[in-house]
Structures are given as structure tokens and as C-alpha cells.
């Protein structure tokens, strides 16, 4: 029996995944008819999941933990069983401002830390306080480039302005004056650096080398009243996840992901993140980032509830939410590593024993405990080289020095 | 009760904001969401904004909403989230609405009601231009084809229209598909018009 299934998504190419699942015929085979919903902001696929348009949908990890915790309009409980991709955003700056940091870029890339400070110079010889877009205030996005700026103690609330506005306008505002730079997810970023409006100034990648992007989330309550279709569905993208990690799928991928029906920009944008090849300033070779945007290996997918928790301690530090104990748990069970397991236990998918770990420990390629097969967890480092310990937040929070 | 429409499409706006004329209401803005629009916004004080849900600017609004000290903090649209019939049909017809919170329910229903009831009458309207271009673009095809039928093999009108005919209904196709075949195979062997 064929399952019907709506799922909104925004045009990224981290969309890739749902993307694969149903033109390749991965949903099929479980028996779910997958129909996917264009939506061009993070409110309208809020709302399109909070009301039942749709049962599930590729939705920013913090905007998940946000909307549970009644942070944001339209509270509900969402549940979120499976990580679409972890990496692939990108912070780019207007040619001009970007003057004032290290000139090559290879070298600016690898040093977050240092271009850091050089974006805080920067910031004093700029015409007005920089103006940098974001795609929403509870975007991995955000959070990052907050956490980034904080190092060099730029305050991201008092020394620049974060302007939120989508994805598909960043190029736009970026050409009309109206922003200086944006951190987004691809092929934005590589859409504004090919327009010669702008330059690669940090990718989240070398912020946090596997920082939690997109998740598909569902309504807590649909979830569990769903559990086969729900299994079926993650049965179905584990393997859509693979496909689009294999570097033989890679030409056919981009091009499913051109269509006007998905993310409707050029191929060749496209390719730059599924393949790791970044185009930091126009006219360059590229540069090779071969993590740049992981889907399937390292158990990408499984929704460690660590990360949920990072999440949610960037969220207390930034002052978004009151941090107590009752709200760190519901923060915590956004993510359903106890769904994963359930869906996945009859596949031959790598499964961590665990369902929290210490977030940026591992610098090096670590093979871990794993109830079947061989799991190898990638390099998990934060640039600053702190450690995050999900029973120890408030610790970990003490340690950043207040910015004014 | 100040009314603020956001909207991209100046006549989808001004098809909205007659309907709420003619209920009464006039105290009726119109915005379209670029630059700085929401510092506009943040003046005008509206007690409902008004707003196409497909709109890409919703996350703009919304984060004014969340930060903004000017304004009498509004609340999101559904402001009765046990009426789901009216959410329904709000989502479905693509409207979205922030509502100054305090605002009561009764007053607030109809302004939304007759807000869908217009977006969804847009949509229509939409939707026949829409084919009623593409019927349009359609004859243009067709008549190419024919007079390439016409020239090529020395039929009249009526016989390559039929001929036309013809083929579509053994193909089990339309009419301008077969016209649009015909047209391409003539331009490929260098025959065309």
C-alpha cells in the first residue's frame, strides 16, 4: 500500500536528500509517494508543519528546538528523528570589507581565529557598522556567526547588524546596497562570490568542523502516531543520504537540484558544495573542502542529542531563552535518536550506542562503539577548540568572557 | 482599526484592499516588501498586517516583530488557534496575518475572512489569464503549423487543419503538441517559415 507524504522544503541544496528520496525512487520502494512542497521562507514551512499542510519538513535544527520551546509565533511540539546534513553554510562579505582581512584566501580560510580579529579591525574601518544577513534569528547560521564574532569580542548585537531575510534575496539585497555580506546555506553564497558582489570570508566548516545544519522535523504528536510511515521515511533516506554522497550520483544530483522545481539556480553553482570545490573570489582556482556538505557517511543522519543541547546553550548565552533545567530537557528532546533506532534497526546502518557525546572532542577520524558494523566518526572540533559536555552546560557557558 | 497589506503584486493588494473599502474599513495601507519596509511598518503602527504567506519577506517581518520596541507587540495571525477551519482555509488560500495583541477575536474574523475570500478570487483571476495566455500562445503554434502544411504540400487552410486534427487524435495527443512537432521537424530540416 502507497503512502501519500508532504514534506516543505526551502530551495537549498541541502534539500539534496529529500530531493534523491523522490526522484530516485528511494521513497517508492518503502511505499510512500513523496510530494514535496517549494516554500520560500522558514515561517511559511513553520506554519505549513504547525498546521498539517504537510507531515514533515527540511527545517533549520534551531528553529526546531525554537518553535518547541515557544520562542517563536505558532509554538508547537516538533520532533525531529533524522539530521539531513550537517555543514555547508558560508559567510561571504562585500569585496570591499573584505580588503581589510588576509588577502589570501586559502590562508583566511584555514585560520577562523585569526580572520576573526581581522573582521573585528575591520569592522572600525567600514563606512557604517557592517550590516550582515541571516536567513533567520534561530538558524545554525546565525548561531554560528555569532559564536564566531564572539571570539574576536565582537558583541553580534551591538558592533554589527544582523539583517533576516531568505535565502533567495540575500544576492539581491547584496546588490542593491542594503546588506554588506551574509552567511547562508548554498548555492547562495557561491550565487553572490559569482556575481563578483562579494567574497568568502569563513565557512562553517572550519568554524565547527561538523556543525548540525537541517533536520526534518515533524509534529511530536503526528510522529508518534505514525510510527510505520515515519520508519518507512527514514528507512528511505538513509539510503537517498548514501546515493547522494557517492561522487558517482554527483552530475545527476546537481542537475535534479537545478530544476525550477527545487532550487532553480545553475548547475555549476550547484556542484560547488556536493562536490567541496568553493569558489572563494571570482576568477580564482577553487578551493578543495571536501567536508564541505555531508549527508550520509559518519552516521550524519543520527540526531545526537548533544547537538540539540549545543543548540540550545547558544541559545541561553545569546540571551533567547531563560535557561532552567525543565527547558534544557525539552530543548534535549527535540532530537529522537530513540526514532532513528527504531526505523534503522534492521538496516545494515552503523548505529552509535550512544545517544549523547562530547561535541568537538574528536580532531582526528575516531572509530567508536557501534551496535553493528563499523562506525568512524569525522574530526568534530570547534575552531577555538572548546569542548562542549551536554551535562555540564552551565560550565561550558561560564567559560566565554562577557562582551560588554 | 489600521490595516497594513503587504504585497509584491500591486494588483493582488489593491484587489484586497477595495474589498475591505466596500466592508467598511478605511484606514488601509499598502506596503511592498522591499528595503526598508519594515521601518515603514514600524510608523505606520498597524493594528493587522496582512501578508501572502508565499511572500519570501515573511522571516523579515517576523523578526521586526520579535525585536521591535516601537510597536505594541503583535501576535501571529491565528489568533484563535482552536479554529482550524479558518487556519485551513487561511493557509490554503496563501494568507498571512499579525494581529496587535488585545485585538478582539470578533473584530479580527472578518478582516481575515474577507482576506481569504479575496486572495482566493485573485488566484482565480490568476489562473484564467494564465490560460487564457497560454489558449493564445497556443493558436500562434498552430497557425505556424498550418501554413508550414499549407506551403509544403499545397493543402488549404480547412485541409491542413485537418490534417492536423488528424494526426493528434491517432497519436492520442493535443492538437498544439502535434503543431509544435511539426514546427521543430520543419526547423530542423532547414524548412521552416
Excluded at chain 1, 505558532?74 to 550537517?86: F, I, M, T
Excluded at chain 2, 502535434?178 to 530540416?189: F, G, W
Aim: proline residues 6%; contains cysteine; glycine residues 6%.
Amino acid at each position: 500500500m502507497t503512502t501519500g507524504l508532504r514534506i516543505a522544503f526551502l530551495p537549498l541544496t541541502d534539500a539534496a536528500v529529500l530531493v534523491a528520496a523522490r526522484e530516485r525512487g528511494f521513497a517508492e520502494e518503502e511505499g510512500i509517494a513523496l510530494d514535496l512542497v517549494r516554500t520560500t521562507s522558514w515561517a511559511t514551512l513553520r506554519d505549513r508543519l504547525v498546521f498539517g499542510q504537510v507531515q514533515a519538513a527540511h527545517m533549520l535544527a534551531p528553529l526546531a528546538v525554537a518553535v518547541t520551546l515557544g520562542l517563536s509565533q505558532q509554538p508547537a511540539a516538533l520532533a525531529a528523528p533524522y539530521k539531513l546534513n550537517v555543514n555547508g553554510n558560508m559567510l561571504v562579505m562585500a569585496c570591499d570589507f573584505a580588503k581589510a582581512l588576509e588577502p589570501v584566501i586559502a590562508s583566511r580560510l584555514a585560520d577562523p581565529l585569526g580572520t576573526a580579529h581581522d573582521f573585528a579591525a575591520a569592522i572600525g574601518l567600514w563606512r557604517r557598522k557592517p550590516v550582515i544577513g541571516v536567513v533567520h534569528r534561530f538558524s545554525s547560521h546565525a548561531i554560528m556567526l555569532r559564536y564566531w564574532l564572539a571570539s574576536a569580542g565582537v558583541d553580534p548585537d551591538r558592533d554589527v547588524v544582523l539583517r533576516v531575510l531568505p535565502p533567495s534575496l540575500t544576492v539581491e539585497a547584496m546588490h542593491a546596497g542594503e546588506i554588506d555580506g551574509f552567511i547562508a546555506g548554498e548555492p547562495w553564497g557561491s550565487a553572490a562570490v559569482e556575481a563578483d558582489l562579494a567574497e568568502t570570508v569563513a565557512i562553517g566548516e572550519r568554524i565547527w568542523r561538523r556543525g548540525v545544519e537541517k533536520v526534518l522535523a515533524f509534529r511530536e504528536s503526528w510522529l508518534e502516531e505514525n510510527p510505520q510511515t515515519v520508519d518507512r521515511l527514514l528507512r528511505a533516506l538513509v539510503r537517498a543520504a548514501a546515493w547522494c554522497d557517492d561522487p558517482a550520483h554527483r552530475d545527476d544530483l546537481t542537475h535534479l537540484l537545478a530544476r525550477p522545481d527545487y532550487v532553480d539556480q545553475p548547475a555549476y553553482l550547484i556542484d560547488r558544495a556536493l562536490s567541496g570545490t568553493l569558489v572563494a573570489r571570482a576568477g580564482e582556482p577553487s578551493i578543495v573542502s571536501p567536508d564541505f556538505m555531508l549527508f550520509g557517511r559518519e552516521a550524519t543522519p543520527f540526531p545526537w542529542r548533544s547537538q540539540a543541547l549545543w543548540i540550545y546553550s547558544q541559545l541561553v548565552r545569546w540571551g533567547m531563552v531563560d535557561h532552567d533545567p525543565d527547558m534544557a530537557a525539552r530543548a534535549g528532546a527535540v532530537f529522537r535518536p530513540d526514532i532513528f533506532r527504531r526505523a534503522l534497526a534492521d538496516s545494515n546502518v552503523p548505529m552509535p550506542g550512544a545517544s549523547m557525546k562530547l561535541e568537538g572532542a574528536v580532531a582526528a577520524p575516531l572509530a567508536v562503539g557501534s551496535r553493528r558494523g563499523e562506525l568512524t566518526l569525522g574530526p568534530d572540533s570547534f575552531f577555538d577548540k572548546r569542548v562542549f559536555d551536554p551535562e555540564r552546560i552551565d560550565e561550558f557557558l561560564s567559560g566565554f568572557a562577557p562582551l560588554r | 482599526m489600521r490595516i497594513v497589506i503587504i504585497d509584491d503584486s500591486g494588483l493582488r493588494a489593491s484587489v484586497l484592499e477595495e474589498g475591505l473599502h466596500e466592508a467598511g474599513y478605511d484606514d488601509i495601507h499598502i506596503v511592498p516588501p522591499r528595503g526598508g519596509f519594515v521601518a515603514r511598518l514600524e510608523r505606520m503602527a498597524p493594528d493587522v498586517v496582512l501578508m501572502d504567506l508565499g511572500s519570501p519577506s515573511r522571516d523579515t517581518l517576523e523578526e521586526m516583530l520579535t525585536v521591535s520596541r516601537a510597536l505594541a507587540r503583535p501576535i501571529a495571525m491565528f489568533v484563535d488557534q482552536s479554529d482550524e477551519a479558518m487556519i485551513g482555509a487561511a493557509i490554503d488560500a496563501g494568507v498571512s496575518a499579525y494581529v496587535v495583541d488585545g485585538l478582539r477575536k470578533e473584530r479580527v474574523k472578518p478582516v481575515l475572512e474577507l482576506a481569504v475570500r479575496r486572495f482566493n478570487a485573485f488566484a482565480k483571476i490568476q489562473s484564467e489569464l494564465e490560460e487564457a495566455r497560454s489558449a493564445l500562445s497556443d493558436r500562434k503554434i498552430i497557425d505556424r503549423a498550418k501554413s508550414i502544411l499549407m506551403n509544403q504540400r499545397s493543402l488549404s487552410e480547412q485541409d491542413a487543419y485537418a490534417l492536423l486534427r488528424t494526426a493528434a487524435m491517432n497519436q492520442g495527443k493535443k492538437i498544439v503538441e502535434v503543431a509544435q512537432a511539426l514546427i521543430t521537424a520543419s526547423d530542423l530540416l532547414g524548412g521552416g517559415l
